[in-house]
């Protein structure tokens, strides 16, 4: 079951912040976070495992509600580099079968 | 080494042809996956190996056929493609389970054989 990600498409200025989503109908076992820049291979972020945690490094930090199996990956003070398309994949059940959003088109512009 | 190696990185192949595509890791990862994506979509998962054994087939047509001879290598075998199987191929790896309270790295790619059936 592909999760649903929004927005699908956002631009933002250097400094501004993002929120994206992720969400679910099925309970989730995992949610994970992934960059991929425009020829490159997706890049893992972070994994947020049931139990409702929030995690984070650096400027980029991400949230789950399980009781709404609903994620959400916050960027803050954006950087050009943050520029690419970001996946979430989630996992319904505790095993390696994870399935990707179709994905947000991130743009940061000096 | 925390690289997964994907060969070869551009493939064009005809509808009659045999090819594989191979994956390499050395990061002691047991779990490792074939991926297909095409462009501007998301990865969708073709299959999941653990402990070298296959564990997930996505209902794949027969004409791809996955082989993992060791712990550290992964061979996607093609035959018969058609050309909506262009795409661009992607392996990964993983340390295996995300466990609570334990430090778990995602999944490592490689950075994918881009193919073309003609």
């Known amino acids: 079951q592909q999760p649903v990600q929004s927005p699908q498409a956002v631009i933002l200025r250097e400094g501004e912040d993002a929120v994206i989503n992720c969400s679910s109908s099925?309970?989730?076992?995992?949610v994970h976070w992934y960059r991929q820049k425009h020829g490159e291979a997706p890049v893992f972020l972070m994994i947020?495992?049931?139990?409702?945690e929030q995690k984070g490094h650096d400027k980029i930090s991400a949230s789950f509600n399980e009781k709404k199996q609903q994620s959400s990956l916050y960027l803050t003070a954006s950087q050009l580099s943050y520029s690419g398309t970001y996946f979430c994949?989630?996992?319904?059940?505790?095993?390696?079968?994870?399935?990707f959003g179709a994905g947000t088109i991130l743009r940061v512009k000096s | 080494d925390t690289e997964v190696t994907q060969t070869p990185k551009h493939l064009v192949m005809g509808m009659t042809n045999k090819k594989s595509l191979k994956c390499e890791q050395h990061m002691g990862h047991r779990a490792m996956y074939w991926y297909k994506q095409k462009a501007k979509k998301p990865p969708e998962l073709m299959f999941v190996?653990?402990?070298?054994?296959?564990?997930i087939n996505e209902s794949v047509p027969s004409r791809f056929s996955p082989e993992c001879p060791n712990s550290s290598l992964l061979n996607l075998h093609l035959h018969a493609l058609q050309p909506e199987d262009s795409a661009l191929y992607l392996c990964?790896?993983?340390?295996?389970?995300?466990?609570?309270?334990?430090?778990?790295?995602?999944?490592?790619f490689g950075s994918g054989t881009r193919l073309t059936v003609v």
């Open positions: 947020l495992l049931k139990g409702g």
């Open positions: 994949g989630t996992a319904m059940e505790y095993g390696n079968k994870l399935v």
């Open positions: 190996y653990s402990y070298e054994k296959l564990s």
């Open positions: 099925k309970a989730l076992y995992s």
């Open positions: 990964a790896s993983s340390q295996g389970q995300a466990l609570q309270g334990h430090p778990w790295l995602g999944y490592t």
